[in-house]
């Protein structure tokens, strides 16, 4: 598992952000981030909060601790990596149970202070850029949040797209069951772009494989947008489907196979297929292998 307890003998009536600085080694900013998200326990697993003085005999901190199955990054400068990421696989963990994402991979690699640039559903598969030091983070982060970059998706969707089509619909959170499902019906959304161009029809099955390009970024966004014009990508079990089954595969009450049979595909079948961007004045464009839905 990602996240480790690791148990320290308590000394009673200092408070414990003091004990954390100068008992386990932590510094200010670590201390207060694991007191925040609840991440430091007495001898009864209560957690602790900052300021309140230690009355037990151990400490308990859960740290996470990266660990590898073998993904490695396809492209490393100095500074950051490019990491290929699988479908099926979450970029950070969810809950202290889970037992591995992209991050363990992240840290494994590059220590403590790697992170992810920015995030893609678990179930899209492709590039994931990495900061190596918290210089670059700081760096990479803002430019993800300034759109100083272009991505591009493959996608394969029911239905044949004959022309380019720029989808131009706000999206938000839906009236729905399922919590993170979003919707292109309500006007007050924020505003969302995708151009989407065909690459190539297969009339035997009836789908078309394209490029997805987001000029914004919101969440599901070229799913949103692919379902909200008929076209939507197949193995997607939350959109383009009754909310029975979403709810069932959220559930995780669908099979394979039954995702299969409802939506087409065993995995959602979105791609993210190229980054680019520039970065202390050099440009990269980086590609991922292209897989072959």
Same mark, same amino acid.
């Given at each position: 598992?990602?996240?480790?307890?690791? $148990?320290? $003998?308590?000394?009673?009536? $200092?408070?414990?952000?003091? #004990?954390?600085?100068?008992?386990?080694?932590?510094?200010?900013?670590?201390?207060? @981030?694991?007191?925040?998200?609840?991440?430091?326990?007495?001898?009864?697993?209560?957690?602790?909060?900052?300021?309140?003085?230690?009355?037990?005999?151990?400490?308990?901190? =859960?740290?996470?601790?990266?660990?590898?199955?073998?993904?490695?990054?396809?492209?490393?400068?100095?500074? #950051?990596?490019?990491?290929?990421?699988?479908?099926?696989?979450?970029?950070?963990?969810?809950? @202290?149970?889970? %037992?591995?994402?992209?991050?363990?991979?992240?840290?494994?690699?590059?220590?403590?202070?790697?992170?992810?640039?920015?995030? /893609?559903?678990?179930?899209?598969?492709?590039?994931?850029?990495?900061?190596?030091?918290?210089?670059?983070?700081?760096?990479?982060?803002?430019?993800?949040?300034?759109?100083?970059?272009?991505?591009?998706?493959?996608?394969?969707?029911?239905?044949? /797209?004959?022309?380019?089509?720029?989808?131009? @619909?706000?999206? =938000?959170?839906?009236?729905?069951?399922?919590?993170?499902?979003?919707?292109?019906?309500? %006007?007050?959304?924020?505003?969302?772009?995708?151009? /989407?161009?065909?690459?190539?029809?297969?009339?035997?099955?009836?789908?078309?494989?394209?490029?997805?390009?987001?000029?914004?970024?919101?969440?599901?966004?070229?799913?949103?947008?692919?379902?909200? *014009?008929?076209? %939507?990508?197949?193995?997607?079990? *939350?959109?383009?489907?009754?909310?029975?089954?979403?709810?069932?595969?959220?559930?995780?009450?669908?099979?394979?196979?039954?995702?299969?049979?409802?939506?087409?595909?065993?995995?959602?079948?979105?791609? =993210?297929?190229?980054?680019?961007?520039?970065?202390?004045?050099?440009?990269?464009?980086?590609?991922?292998?292209?897989? $072959?839905?």
């Amino acid at each position: 598992m990602p996240f480790v307890l690791k $148990k320290y $003998k308590a000394i009673q009536g $200092k408070k414990i952000q003091h #004990f954390l600085l100068d008992e386990a080694g932590l510094s200010a900013s670590k201390s207060q @981030k694991l007191l925040s998200k609840k991440r430091v326990f007495d001898d009864e697993q209560n957690p602790l909060d900052n300021g309140q003085v230690i009355t037990g005999e151990y400490i308990q901190v =859960a740290v996470f601790e990266g660990h590898t199955r073998g993904l490695k990054p396809i492209f490393e400068v100095e500074d #950051f990596a490019v990491f290929d990421k699988p479908s099926g696989i979450m970029v950070h963990p969810t809950r @202290k149970e889970t %037992p591995y994402c992209l991050l363990d991979e992240v840290r494994y690699h590059f220590g403590e202070e790697a992170s992810l640039a920015h995030r /893609i559903d678990a179930q899209t598969s492709g590039l994931v850029l990495v900061a190596k030091n918290k210089q670059s983070s700081t760096v990479l982060k803002t430019m993800f949040e300034h759109r100083e970059y272009n991505k591009q998706y493959l996608a394969l969707v029911s239905g044949q /797209i004959k022309s380019n089509i720029t989808i131009d @619909k706000p999206i =938000a959170k839906a009236q729905s069951v399922i919590r993170m499902k979003m919707t292109c019906e309500i %006007p007050t959304g924020k505003r969302s772009k995708t151009h /989407i161009e065909p690459l190539e029809f297969n009339r035997e099955n009836n789908t078309t494989l394209v490029k997805a390009m987001p000029v914004t970024g919101r969440q599901h966004q070229i799913r949103v947008h692919l379902e909200s *014009i008929g076209h %939507p990508i197949l193995g997607d079990p *939350i959109y383009g489907v009754s909310e029975k089954i979403a709810n069932d595969y959220l559930c995780k009450n669908l099979s394979v196979e039954g995702r299969l049979k409802l939506t087409g595909a065993e995995r959602l079948m979105l791609h =993210a297929n190229n980054l680019s961007f520039y970065y202390k004045d050099k440009e990269y464009d980086i590609s991922s292998k292209f897989r $072959k839905f």
